[in-house]
């Protein structure tokens, strides 16, 4: 898996994923249906080091960094989507990350590790915040 010239598929990843897959499948699926974002694969060094970016015309709406057992969520907001994410309606785990990310001063970097659907729920949220999605009928 650390091979360059043999990129990982979904099924190695949902593999070292584990018992987070499904929620992993779930986000990926979201993401596919509501966001014309180009997942980008990038493979690090290390085993395992892998990160998918959803990026679109240069700018990054999220990255997935597949880990042992589950799966950690980058999500930057940038300072105005930090004022408007203040009033989002976030489970306790999100909002304790958003609140205690360090505020720099062009926004914050939440590095959230998804523990349930109430996890990729509030998610779903701050993504919202950053960019509507192009479906508005389902969360």
């Known amino acids: 898996m650390k091979n360059k010239i043999t990129k990982p598929i979904e099924k190695m990843m949902l593999t070292v994923i ?15 249906t509501h966001y014309d974002h180009e997942p980008n694969l990038s ?15 240069g700018k990054t709406l999220v990255t997935l960094s ?7 969520v980058l999500v930057v907001l940038g300072k105005d989507e930090v004022t408007r994410a203040v ?3 976030l489970n306790p ?16 970097w939440l590095w959230i590790r ?9 998610i779903k ?15």
């Not at 304790?96 to 062009?106: L, R, V």
């Not at 349930?116 to 509030?122: G, P, Q």
């Open 18 to 32: 584990g018992t987070k897959a499904a929620l992993w499948s779930e986000f990926r699926t979201y993401l596919a």
């Open 43 to 57: 493979i690090g060094k290390k085993e395992h080091d892998w990160t998918i970016r959803y990026r679109k015309s």
């Open 66 to 72: 597949p880990e042992k057992n589950g799966f950690c």
């Open 87 to 89: 009033e989002a309606d």
């Open 93 to 108: 785990y999100v909002k304790h990350i958003f609140e205690t990310a360090k505020q720099y001063h062009d926004g914050r």
């Open 114 to 122: 998804p523990r349930n659907k109430k996890d990729i729920e509030s």
């Open 125 to 139: 949220t701050l993504l919202r915040v950053k960019k509507r999605p192009k479906m508005t009928s389902e969360k």
